[in-house]
């Protein structure tokens, strides 16, 4: 609303004050502002409402205290009569962008006595902002928090018009977008969700961006966030891209959090994180390459099952963590080919591997502990099982099915440098329900006889 200027009258006078509850003064609106400074004379959502004593009216008038409770020098916000309403609106005049407290009162003077109302407090945050951001205009703030959906201004603009934004950039005293807060909205196919430099971003709620319509979400200046919640980013169709930052607070991607995000391509994870949940990247159906953590503990159940495009999983080892993988976690990913594990892994999941149809080679080590029922079940292709420096049978559990579909011509090619023969490694597993049975005589890939009994 250009060309709006705010008239704040502040007079001085030497009568007598006197708070009172003969004046009850409330706002409607909002009391956390964020002011960009594109937006100099923006009129906020809300009215202060007026209440004298029996009825009785007077000429009142508002002044702008600061935070000690004096009056306020060159204030960044001040009240406006509009269409018969008191509203705030921003004062920017050349103030450095930070917080201002403010406190507004509301006030009349009788027979020499200045007769005050209760104060209201303003929290205000003043932003640089760029001409290609979603201006400040269009959210709701409360606290510290965004949200809880988009909203205009008193001069309130559709959301249509958001298609004409590329760049949704969160403020820096943002310590927390709400849950459901940008829940559905029809965000321009290009938008790229930022965060400004020095934010205070802590958490992003669950469902906050559920099916919104952002491109790319670059979380790599968040130095503060803890945590982005279950489904926070469930079924957005058109992100491509999630970039996580290099924090020691932040360890854990949630359950569900990117479940369904179809177009997502690829993700690296920092070495902080420990932990990716149950489902966090189910159904991701154009993810080609993940770039593990190497302080990775734990990858959960269906944590990247069904991600049917999923070529490569770059695995980064650390001696000082044990790494296992749960149910499904990889299950359906056809388009893997070769695997070849790290060797801090010691637990594959019941069917963690399950369905990859494609997977014709595996790589394992010696420290793996245990490779659980189905583990590798209906995996038809597999042939060829590298089993480098596996020195004993005896620590090692296999549940049953493991590996019900592959070939028994084929099941060990080699065993690196491991004292175990390979016959006594068939030998070994011949028995489990987890394999057909193994025929005896020469096996044509390897040359290996089976032991006569």
């Known amino acids: 609303m250009n060309g709006i200027v705010a008239s704040i009258p502040f007079i001085t006078t030497s009568c007598g004050s006197n708070k009172t509850n003969d004046l009850s003064l409330s706002y409607s609106g909002w009391t956390t502002l964020a002011i ?3 937006e100099p004379n923006n009129v906020y959502d809300g009215a202060f409402s007026l209440l004298f004593k029996k009825g009785e009216k007077h000429d009142y008038q ?4 600061d935070s000690k409770g004096n009056l306020a020098n060159n204030p960044i916000i001040g009240v406006l009569t509009l269409d018969g309403q008191d509203k705030v609106i921003a004062n920017y005049v050349g103030q450095k962008p930070g917080e201002y407290s403010y406190k507004i009162e509301a006030f009349y003077t009788e027979n020499g006595t200045k007769h005050t109302s209760n104060l209201i407090d303003f929290t205000c945050y003043l932003c640089e902002w760029d001409e290609e951001y979603i201006p400040l205009s269009y959210f709701n703030f409360t606290s510290s928090e965004m949200g809880p959906k988009l909203v205009g201004p008193s001069s309130s603009m559709s959301l249509d018009e958001l298609q004409n934004y590329n760049t949704f950039c969160v403020p820096y005293f943002i310590t927390r977008i709400s849950g459901k807060a ?4 029809n965000f321009s196919s290009e938008t790229n969700l930022i965060f400004q430099d020095g934010n205070l971003l802590k958490e992003v709620g669950q469902f906050a961006f559920f099916n919104a319509t952002i491109k790319t979400a670059d979380f790599s200046n968040c130095l503060n966030l803890e945590s982005i919640e279950e489904k926070a980013f469930l079924s957005c169709p058109n992100l491509t891209q999630v970039v996580f930052p290099q924090n020691d607070k932040f360890t854990v991607i949630s359950s569900s959090c990117f479940w369904n995000c179809t177009s997502l391509t690829s993700v690296t994870f920092p070495d902080q994180i420990t932990t990716i949940g149950d489902q966090a990247f189910l159904n991701c159906k154009s993810l080609t390459q993940i770039n593990l953590s190497k302080n990775l503990s734990t990858i959960s ?11 490569e999983i770059n695995w980064a080892e650390n001696s000082n963590t044990n790494l296992s993988t749960g149910f499904a976690s990889f299950a359906s990913d056809n388009s893997l080919t070769s695997i070849t594990f790290p060797s801090n892994l010691t637990v594959i999941g019941e069917e963690s591997f399950s369905g990859c ?10 420290n793996i502990k245990e490779i659980d029922e189905a583990a590798f079940r209906s995996d038809t292709k597999l042939s ?11 620590d090692i559990t296999i549940g049953d099915y493991a590996f019900m579909s592959i070939s028994s011509s084929g099941l060990v090619n080699t065993i690196g440098d491991s004292t175990i023969t390979a016959s006594e490694l068939l030998n070994w597993l011949q028995g489990r329900p987890s394999l057909p049975p193994v025929p005896k005589g020469n096996f044509p890939t390897t040359g290996w006889t089976y032991p006569e009994e």
């Open 357 to 366: 149809t494609n997977l014709e080679s595996i790589t394992l080590h010696g």
């Open 182 to 185: 940008f829940n559905g909205v």
């Open 384 to 394: 060829n099982v590298l089993w480098s420096d596996l020195c004993s049978l005896d």
């Open 62 to 65: 508002y002044e702008i205290l």
């Open 301 to 311: 159940n269906l944590a990247f099952s069904i991600c049917t495009s999923l070529e």
């Open 36 to 38: 960009s400074t594109l």
